[in-house]
């Protein structure tokens, strides 16, 4: 058994040292020249580029990058991906805003050589080769280039005079076992670079202050870079006379350049690229990292002026990074190290070889990101995996070790615990991605939640597993065996399996499953004011929360929810909200509860059951004694609701089929007179409809042209309509926009139309005006006063049917109201996205117009619009409209221009996409 043993031992060590034995990489030195032309924002450069052939193969051509051609056009995957994301700036930019390389011409040995285009991306080229490169030889390739930097819509280009300068040069793909890597510039998804030498040299106005990556070979700059502590500059204003008496306002966001330039000379071994940073504006902070080996860092911080109290920490925090990471995974190989300022909306950073950049806000972000992007010289930089194809090995592990070094579990609102809330609430709507995936794979909130946190949390399963003590021998392991290399996941798997006994199989599946990492656990009821989120999913949370309502019948009403709502969800959910009427001195309230099912067939991802209820006031009656009686309705809905699967978990899409039967019982007055007391009476009854409904839904709010239409059929015992609306949304480049809704609905009668049911289904015919609280036949609407027909709580209407804002309720038989067909078209175009003033037009024709001489067959309006919280509350202000409308306000009295007014509150229509699109449920 000993000897069996011994042998397996050595075998596996054989095999271990054979696969590290038969790894290869290429090496690629780069000599650069560079000039900075900031009137116009170009580069014009060299390039000299060193290529070492060590592959077992003969190449006969090499797949370059030329990134700054992402921002050429809007046909690239970068712009593509940016649109995916929600993102319209790049898609709307001006031609000015955009970028590009060009005058390249490639030698190679001094021999010119030829380049194709890649047949998808025009930020990808293939050099071939004027003669074969066999295995063990080197050639030298070289090229002019010339780069119009785009306006900073990624991570490369300038704000103003500011530049963050990466992606910038051509560069050969990445060339390993698995074959060549060609892959276009992305936002969501990093890199995958050769390690090389770099030799820079960099041309620009001699007061700019430069990080970069690499050692400064200058020591007069180092002196003057190290004395700008106490540098300051502000944006200052001035008028500048245009013409007589007309001046205008002119800012200076930038001091101006000097009139002679500089030549600032970098150089750096074994990394995996070069960027730079340039600002006449930036304070630089400077200081020395003694590491425990006795080893000595240079450490710089810059930023601007304004940012000096935010900043005033920044080096202890570059240092700390420094000093963590040295200890826990190996130590810095570099003599230097940068962090840079760039100004941006979002919060984050990107790293690059000893520098990187952020954008922060608050101490405790600068202190996490300064973390993680240090971090990142270890995970990327150092350990130079393929992050396009295997993100969670350079963020996932960095999470990880900013979680650690950063405690944040010791916080009791941290950003961490935000995120796993996040993390499981997609969990819990089935809307999770596993961790093994590309980036260009995930969602956009999936990138973050499954790439960061999820591996974060799975790395640390296995540090629970291993031990801390063991765990950190075998990341230190993995730093020394595979530093300036490139692993893959197989590497990283040996490594674990080299240095514990846990089992590898079950513990690498998890990152090819949905769902958390950490088992479920049996959870507690636990009773909770208002409302609780539980990222632990330790506990069954029920919530009261104090509720109020109101209604022109009811009054003021107040009462509570009592329910178990919560993120993550449950897949049984409820809410009950009793409510007492001041008014009607009556029990009202409303009641949902649901139970969904996530499935794994094909066709459905979701099947959701419930049954809701409501019982309000909807009319009040005053007798000539004074005596009120309140007439209401009851109202149960059960309902099922199936969500088609959408195999693309990038896409927004989502369709759906409801199904919902209203059984609604409505009081009615019945009066009949007294002969005796020679008198009306009246008693008080009960009315109950039956509507089915049936509807499929298909909607995507992705950020360009958004749209949603539906198909709709409404069935009673008598009667029935069946409705199409189809919204799509034009996108504006100042991030408005212009709506148009369009409208086609037939009614129908089952069995002979007989006057009492035309009658009994006058609530349920097709309006050309938005219908009004009486209309609305299946109580699915909000309304302050339903059966109100003067007065401010009259106005009040709902959006359906032909959604013309214009009313004509004195009518007895409304204008374009039917019991036959209807079509309309509505538009409504922003004026300003962040002005809530809208204009619309309304355009419609239906049956009865068509059918004699003297109708107006076309009907018309439009006016102005006032939208409030993301159009939830909508205000109607009719200027124009047909002459049919113009007579009836003529004719009736009570039609002045405030009365013309109208208004809808759509609070059922309230979700999460709305405040944010990107969420896919």
């Not at 991306?121 to 030889?137: H, M, N, Q, S, T």
């Not at 963020?395 to 990880?400: D, I, L, P």
């Not at 009811?554 to 449950?570: Q, S, V």
């Not at 089915?692 to 409404?714: C, F, H, I, M």
Request: glycine residues 6%; hydrophobic residues 35%.
């Amino acid at each position: 058994m000993k000897n069996i043993c011994s042998i397996l031992l050595l075998s596996f060590l054989f095999v271990q040292s054979f696969g590290q034995n038969n790894y290869w990489q290429q090496k690629v030195d780069y000599n650069i020249t560079v000039t900075l032309n900031d009137a116009d924002h170009t580069l014009d450069g060299f390039i000299k580029i060193n290529y070492s052939n060590q592959s077992p193969d003969t190449l006969t051509y090499i797949w370059f990058h030329v990134w700054p051609n992402a921002y050429k056009n809007d046909k690239t995957a970068f712009s593509e991906q940016l649109l995916e994301n929600g993102n319209t700036t790049f898609y709307f930019s001006k031609q000015e805003e955009r970028g590009y390389i060009n005058q390249l011409d490639f030698r190679v040995n001094d021999i010119h050589a030829e380049i194709q285009d890649h047949p998808n991306d025009i930020d990808i080229i293939k050099l071939v080769l004027p003669a074969p490169l066999p295995p063990g030889e080197s050639i030298l390739i070289t090229t002019p280039f010339h780069v119009k930097l785009p306006y900073n819509f990624s991570r490369s280009g300038h704000i103003g005079q500011s530049y963050q300068i990466a992606q910038w040069y051509p560069r050969p793909a990445v060339y390993d076992s698995k074959g060549w890597h060609p892959m276009p510039y992305l936002d969501q998804g990093e890199f995958y670079n050769e390690f090389g030498n770099y030799d820079v040299m960099i041309t620009l106005p001699a007061n700019y202050a430069v990080a970069a990556t690499g050692v400064l070979q200058d020591d007069k700059e180092k002196e003057w870079l190290r004395s700008r502590a106490a540098f300051s500059w502000k944006e200052t204003k001035y008028r500048k006379k245009i013409k007589k008496g007309s001046y205008k306002i002119i800012r200076e966001l930038f001091p101006a350049s000097a009139a002679e330039n500089k030549t600032l000379h970098y150089k750096q071994d074994s990394v995996v690229d070069f960027a730079w940073f340039a600002d006449k504006r930036f304070v630089v902070d400077y200081d020395t990292c003694t590491l425990s080996s006795g080893k000595v860092i240079d450490v710089y911080a810059f930023y601007t002026a304004k940012s000096k109290a935010l900043w005033g920490n920044s080096l202890s925090e570059i240092k700390k990074a420094v000093r963590n990471y040295s200890g826990a995974v190996g130590e810095y190989p570099y003599t230097n190290v940068s962090i840079v300022e760039t100004e941006s909306r979002n919060i984050g950073g990107m790293e690059y070889p000893a520098v990187a950049a952020i954008a922060v806000k608050t101490k405790d972000q600068l202190q996490e990101v300064i973390s993680h992007e240090v971090g990142h010289n270890w995970f990327y930089g150092i350990l130079a995996s393929n992050e396009r194809d295997h993100p969670w090995m350079d963020e996932g592990m960095n999470t990880f070790y900013d979680y650690r070094f950063n405690n944040a579990s010791a916080k009791k609102f941290s950003s961490q615990h935000l995120v796993k809330l996040a993390f499981e609430t997609m969990v819990s709507a089935n809307k999770d991605q596993p961790v093994g995936l590309s980036a260009p794979e995930y969602s956009y909130l999936n990138y973050g939640l499954s790439v960061y946190y999820k591996t974060a949390a799975w790395i640390k399963l296995l540090e629970s597993k291993t031990g801390t003590a063991q765990f950190d021998a075998l990341m230190k392991a993995y730093y020394e065996q595979w530093k300036f290399k490139h692993p893959y996941p197989g590497d990283f798997r040996n490594i674990v399996t080299q240095y514990t006994n846990i089992a590898t199989d079950s513990m690498f599946n998890l990152l090819d499953a949905k769902g958390s990492v950490a088992p479920g656990q049996k959870r507690k009821f636990k009773l909770t004011f208002l409302g609780k989120p539980d990222a632990e999913k330790q506990y069954n949370y029920i919530s009261l929360t104090p509720a109020v309502g109101f209604n022109q019948y009811d009054k003021f009403m107040i009462g509570g929810i009592i329910h178990n709502y919560t993120i993550p969800f449950r897949n049984f959910q409820f809410a009950a909200v009793p409510l007492y009427a001041t008014g009607s001195k009556k029990l009202n309230g409303i009641g949902r509860a649901t139970y969904s099912w996530y499935t794994n067939n094909n066709i459905f991802e979701k099947i959701e059951a419930g049954i809701s209820g409501a019982k309000f006031s909807e009319d009040a009656y005053t007798d000539s004694a004074g005596k009120t009686t309140h007439l209401g309705f009851k109202k149960i809905t059960p309902q099922v609701r199936l969500v088609f699967r959408n195999n693309n978990a990038r896409s927004l899409a989502k369709r759906y089929i409801q199904f919902k039967l209203h059984y609604i019982n409505r009081d009615e007055l019945n009066f009949s007179w007294d002969s005796i007391g020679m008198k009306n009476t009246y008693a008080l009854s009960g009315k109950t409809t039956t509507i089915g409904q049936l509807r499929y839904v298909t909607e995507n709010s992705r950020a360009l042209y958004p749209y949603k239409w539906e198909l709709q059929l409404d069935m009673t015992k008598d009667f029935g309509r069946i409705a199409y609306t189809g919204n799509y949304f034009f996108n504006f480049p100042n991030k408005g926009g212009l709506n148009m809704r369009w409208f086609a609905g037939r009614f129908f009668y089952l069995g002979d139309k007989t006057n009492s049911k035309r009658f009994a289904a006058d609530a349920y015919h097709l309006n050309m005006s938005t219908p009004k609280g009486y209309e609305d036949y299946t109580y699915s609407n909000y309304f302050l006063g339903r059966n109100e027909f003067e007065g401010f709580f009259s106005q009040q209407v709902m959006m359906r049917d032909g959604g013309f804002k214009v009313r004509t309720d004195l009518l007895s038989d409304k204008m374009g109201k039917t019991d036959d067909w209807l079509g309309a078209l509505n538009f409504t175009a922003a004026i300003h996205p962040k002005f809530p003033v809208k204009i619309f037009a309304d355009l419609g024709t239906y049956s009865d117009a068509w059918k004699t001489s003297d109708a107006s067959r076309l009907l018309f309006d439009a006016g102005l619009q006032v939208s409030l919280l993301k159009d939830i509350v909508n205000i109607y202000v009719p200027v124009i409209y047909s002459k049919v409308y113009r007579d009836y306000f003529r004719s009736y009295p009570g039609n002045n221009f405030w009365q013309r007014i109208s208004f809808s509150i759509d609070i059922q229509h309230i979700s999460f996409k709305k405040f944010y699109p990107a969420i896919p449920f």
